[in-house]
T-cell receptor, first 113, second 113 residues
Framework: QQQVKQSPQSLIVQKGGISIINCAYE??????FPWYQQFPGKGPALLIA?????SEKKEGRFTISFNKSAKQFSLHIMDSQPGDSATYFC????????????FGSGTRLQVQP | KAGVTQTPRYLIKTRGQQVTLSCSPI?????VSWYQQTPGQGLQFLFE???????NKGNFPGRFSGRQFSNSRSEMNVSTLELGDSALYLC????????????FGEGSRLTVL
């Protein structure tokens, strides 16, 4: 019940296109859903996050869409750029005593110029 | 403001040995968490410390341990190393009130031969 399932495993998008990464969870106690971006040789960095009381959050070219009833959330990267090429992880956190993040398996995004 | 610093960045050990990894959190961050990252298992939570006490622990054997000092710096130790312990060990710090907003270091890459 602690799993977070992420898809696709890898994604190739043309420059200027939209990248979409999906995640699904089972534990309804989760109440914080961040996305992390990781470049090779670096640690993950927080990109954007959402709580279940809103259905969408936008920060620049990055948008999280959240569907509480379906227990799904997704990351949309608009106008994708080669510099966005990285691995993206969704995560979930929350519930009694649950401070730790549960991460999805990651999506390797490649944006072709 | 300096980021999370982890040392050493790379190390090679042989089976049966033990290893100690060090982490200096961002100034003002009192919570330190450790995660293991492998290609097969992804990012998995090891443990979290704040106020020099282990607060949460992931599903790892007792060979994995850690501690936190009064200045919030943390160390983790792995004893009796196994080949499967080869991984990138990531330290992350956060404010106590924002456990999901993690700031990761670049990691310590451990290779067990």
């Amino acid at each position: 019940q602690q799993q977070v399932k992420q898809s696709p495993q890898s994604l190739i998008v043309q420059k200027g296109g939209i990248s979409i990464i999906n995640c699904a969870y089972e534990n309804t106690a989760f109440d914080y859903f961040p996305w992390y971006q990781q470049f090779p040789g670096k640690g993950p960095a927080l990109l954007i996050a959402i709580r279940p009381d809103v259905s969408e959050k936008k920060e620049g070219r990055f948008t999280i869409s959240f569907n509480k009833s379906a227990k799904q959330f997704s990351l949309h990267i608009m106008d994708s750029q080669p510099g966005d090429s990285a691995t993206y992880f969704c995560a979930a956190q929350g519930g009694t005593g649950r401070r730790a993040l549960t991460f999805g398996s990651g999506t390797r995004l490649q944006v072709q110029p | 403001k300096a980021g999370v610093t982890q040392t050493p960045r790379y190390l090679i050990k042989t089976r049966g040995q033990q290893v100690t990894l060090s982490c200096s959190p961002i100034s003002g961050h009192r919570s330190v968490s450790w995660y293991q990252q492998t290609p097969g298992q992804g990012l998995q939570f090891l443990f979290e410390y704040f106020s020099e006490t282990q607060r949460n622990k992931g599903n790892f054997p007792g060979r994995f341990s850690g501690r936190q000092f009064s200045n919030s710096r943390s160390e983790m130790n792995v004893s009796t190393l196994e080949l499967g312990d080869s991984a990138l060990y990531l330290c992350a710090s956060s404010l106590l009130q924002s456990p999901g907003e993690l700031f990761f270091g670049e990691g310590s890459r451990l290779t067990v031969l």
